[in-house]
């Protein structure tokens, strides 16, 4: 059971919270400036704190790696609580 202040406690099992996409293999194009699927969850996959990729690609401290995540749709005007 997780604590989450937007909806108190829910289990991963419930109905109504849904699992983010995994990341790893996304994020791993990233950091080897691999092409980037237009497919790709680029908002949505999270690593396991928390990060999206545009956390990952900021972290390499590679701008191009940057580049390519904001031409493939990230959406770099996202809050995140």
């Known amino acids: 059971m ?3 202040a937007w909806v108190g ?3 991963v099992d419930s109905p109504g ?3 983010a996409p995994d990341g790893t293999e996304l994020f791993r194009q990233i950091i080897a400036l691999e092409d980037i699927s237009p497919s790709a969850p680029l908002n949505t ?3 396991p704190h928390g990060e ?3 956390h990952v690609a900021v972290a390499t ?3 191009e ?3 390519r995540v904001i031409r493939a749709g ?4 996202a809050y995140d609580y």
């Open 45 to 47: 996959a999270r690593g």
């Open 9 to 11: 406690e829910a289990s």
């Open 74 to 77: 990230a959406f770099v005007g």
């Open 52 to 54: 999206v990729a545009l």
């Open 2 to 4: 997780r604590k989450n």
């Open 61 to 63: 401290g590679n701008p």
């Open 65 to 67: 790696g940057v580049r």
């Open 17 to 19: 919270v849904a699992q």
